[in-house]
């Protein structure tokens, strides 16, 4: 099964302007059979999203993961629900991780909306059985976290509109034996996409795909080449406005 790890949704993230329908349009024309939904844990819980009990806020998370997962269901698309959650660093610099493996239930009872270190996140994930990675650890402007409280990370990220600096991140990787992981970080219709990982078809939960993560590296899909193609054209469009 050809999974995407990494897309966003409006407007459950405020940063993302991609539809529900776009998202299924673009994964099914490029032949991925499924996606992780990771939208955002961050300040948008706080002033974007229009409710206003940490239990609404939950339920609008989820409401959007629910409305996306019955329309691409019925179009041939698996979608998992995941999340990106913001950690607290000691320098305050920008520092993301990527986590599957949890439900609802999980949330009502784990407030992670601006409460956790890397450290602690680690400690909610292996208490709750989930599979956590950062998110592009070498991108610019933030922190790489700390390779023992991590499962894996992304050795190759292909959000254009970023320098990811995948070389790094691969490396990092292979020298701390964590598990490599590929996404697309989509979040707007005209992003390229081109990453994602191979997972095997009978994976139906988002347990069975933590566990299989926990223990497997994925076949991934990588083009560091057109990373830098996609990058460079960003670069010169905004130049050109
Ligand atoms: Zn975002
Ligand atoms: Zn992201």
Not at 94 to 120: A, M, P, R, W
Not at 131 to 148: A, I, N
Request: proline fraction near 3%; charge should be negative; hydrophobic fraction near 35%.
């Amino acid at each position: 099964m050809k999974l995407e790890t990494h897309c966003h949704s409006s407007v459950a993230s405020v940063c993302a302007d991609v539809t529900d329908e776009q998202i299924i349009n673009t994964y099914k024309s490029l032949g991925y059979d499924a996606i992780i939904l990771t939208n955002h844990i961050n300040w948008y819980w706080k002033e974007g999203y229009p409710r206003t009990s940490y239990k609404d806020k939950v339920d609008y998370f989820i409401n959007r993961y629910n409305q996306l997962k019955t329309l691409a269901n019925q179009k041939g698309l698996k979608v998992f629900l995941g999340a990106e959650v913001v950690t607290i660093t000691q320098s305050g610099v920008h520092q993301e991780f990527l986590i599957v493996g949890f439900d609802k239930e999980f949330l009502y009872s784990n407030d992670l909306v601006y409460t956790c270190t890397q450290t602690k996140l680690f400690e909610i994930a292996n208490q709750n059985g989930l599979f956590m990675w950062q998110s592009h650890p070498y991108r610019v402007g933030e922190e790489r976290g700390d390779p023992k409280y991590m499962h894996g990370a992304e050795a190759f990220n292909c959000h254009f509109h970023h320098d990811n600096n995948n070389p790094q991140a691969t490396e990092f990787c292979n020298e701390n034996s964590l598990i490599k992981m590929s996404g697309s970080d989509y979040h707007h219709g005209d992003q390229p996409v081109f990453a994602g990982i191979y997972i095997p078809d009978d994976i139906q939960t988002e347990k069975q795909l933590a566990n299989f993560l926990l223990a497997n590296q994925p076949r991934l899909i990588v083009d560091q080449e057109r990373c830098i193609i996609e990058r460079e054209k960003y670069i010169k469009s905004e130049k050109n406005l």
